[in-house]
């Protein structure tokens, strides 16, 4: 029984105890989001930059790092854009959609192989009675959860 352990357990890559693959590295670096498309601002940004920071930290057990870290990740946003869903027979709106759409360079120095760059997209609907100003801090915590969770899932959490 001892015997197989190895066997079940080898050649799987290396997880931490929250069962994150590392490869074996200590750090990480996440750089500035910054967007490329007129409607995201540098608030937005910085606050999508952040929630990708403390996502790593809670959910795996790298270390944050200024810069060069042995897990990467750069990128952009993308598109940052309103859109009408769900006209009413009166042709007005009742409700708008946020979508937000980031460009992700992921850089492991341990396994290049596992690197990537890839665009990841999710969206949020609310009452188009509202301002986008008045909806947007709580749209974009929504977002940026899913989005953070989604870049998490395809770096570390590769099974």
Avoid: H
């Amino acid at each position: 029984m001892l015997l197989t352990l190895p066997a079940i357990f080898g050649g799987c890559g290396i997880y931490t105890p929250y069962g994150a693959q590392t490869s074996g590295a200590e750090t990480f670096s996440v750089d500035y989001f910054k967007p490329q498309t007129p409607l995201a601002s540098p608030q937005v940004a910085q606050n999508f930059t952040e929630a990708l920071k403390d996502l790593i930290q809670q959910q795996s057990t790298l270390t944050l790092v200024d810069n060069d870290g042995e897990l990467r990740y750069e990128g952009q946003i993308t598109d940052y854009s309103v859109s009408p869903v769900g006209v009413q027979s009166n042709e007005t709106t009742a409700t708008n959609r946020l979508t937000v759409t980031i460009r992700v360079r992921y850089s492991n120095t341990r396994e290049p192989e596992l690197n990537f760059e890839r665009s990841f997209s999710k969206f949020a609907d609310y009452d188009s009675n509202f301002d986008l100003l008045a909806v947007e801090e709580e749209l974009m915590a929504e977002i940026s959860e899913q989005l953070t969770q989604e870049v998490f899932n395809a770096s570390l959490g590769n099974w």
